[in-house]
């Protein structure tokens, strides 16, 4: 049985014949305010984003976008630190994709390869050949790797916690806040803050699944983490500085967010 | 009569007046709903214009079967028109920034809707879905008469519930690959980090089809209804059988 229509437009109409009405000449008042105040809306919201686009840039963006992009991680990083991604079954990794050649255009000869471990007075710590990272403890991780142009892939990274490689200075550096990276040439540097360099899935990569990594992927030892964007995760690390100011950042200053954290 | 009462009748409410046929302006649509709508417009524009270049970046998705493909999100001529080529870090730069105003106000109007309990006019009961078929009759001219309504047609109550609930997803998906470590596991829910790029896109482009169909049915619907979101209120001419309702809701 269908219900009595006029029964239900008055369930359905309940409470709005009650709204205020109002007669028609002050409806054409309000009207004229109305669109008035619209019209001045439209004009403030141009004027708002003329003016953004007109601030001055702090590494490639407007400086409110920019001062946006450092309140949200002071915000992320108050809200949960040192959280940590999912990790993965081996069956499921699966050989990561060539993604740039900043920085590790040319071949180099893995037999000559060394780092350089420098102090935030610009001191050298230490020359370091690749048996210095194999005799540290070695760890698997097979995590999600995010590029920022929006593709991910799992994958089977195996070497050195930062954190594990970081306890042989840590007592002598004291409070340091950032790291450096940069490879041989410095073509390609990035900067990271401490916090997030220390987190046990910040990792100095020697081997992709069980092979040692290719120079494609930043042989012979790179750096890796789920935890920030893949831009951040500098192949062939030529130069390891620790440092009281915040460092250069190669896509920071291409109008990235200095941190890409995840 | 209708003279008399029209000279005594009160600008506040008067039994009297209600009985004859003078237009009035009645408020249907409250000053907080109406600023929450005109400022969605802006911020949804910036998050999809923003959002498209990102996707720029990575634009992988397409409708086709095998190694035919129908449609690729989006032709080259696309991005060219609208400037979205080689933009990923402003696009995210803007996208990170607005989206605090765009949830900011989503948050607004669902407290709103909450609070004044309008959401009663929005959400759709059981027999929206009938009545909805039949205002899709009588809008393609099938159908003589329109079904009952209140302040929305049920069309329009199943398309906003749906649309709201959209953007909802379309926020939560957001969050989830915006902060996938921070946030975990929350892009589980939307079969993880692919998924929910998946989901944040598809629910996009939903609420672009929306915002076409929606321009669509209000310029069919005229003048008085646009204005009635800038303004508040509508002209209604009491038929009497509106009038019979009131007093018997009394």
Redesign the interface.
Known sequence: MTPDPSERERELRAGLDDAPTIPVDEFRRRSRRSFLVGAASVGAAALGWNWLQAQPDVGGIPKPLRDTLELNEALWSRLSEQRSAPEFPRSKATPIRMNGRIGIRNEIDLDAWTVRVEGPDGGLLDQLDITAFEALPQREMIIEHKCIEGWSSIVHWGGVRFRDFHERYAARLGDVPYVSLETPDGLYYVGWDMASILHPQTMLVLRQGDEPLDQDHGAPLRLATPNKYGIKCLKRIGVIRYSRERPADYWAERSYDWYAGL | MAETSIETSE?TIDPESVIHDE??????HPRAIRWMH?INV?LLFVMIWSGLR??W??D?YAFGIGSWQWFAFFPDAIYETFGLERR???G???H??FG?LFVLNGVAYAIYLAASREWR?IVPDR?SASEAKDVVLHDLHLRRQA?????YNAAQRISYTVVLTMALVLVVSGFAIY????L??LPLLFG???GA?LIHFTMTIGLLLFVVMHVIQVVRSGWGNF?SM????V?ERRSP??DD??E??R
């Not at chain 2, 902060?179 to 921070?182: D, F, L, R």
């Open positions: 600008p237009p009035v302006a009645r408020l249907v005109w802006p990102i996707y970046a990575e992988v990923l870090a402003r995210m730069a803007f990170f920034a605090w006019h027999q079904p009952p309504q209140g302040k902060k996938p470590t921070q975990h596991p993880g980090y692919q790029r204005r800038v303004t508040g209120y002209i059988r509106a309702h009131r018997d809701a």
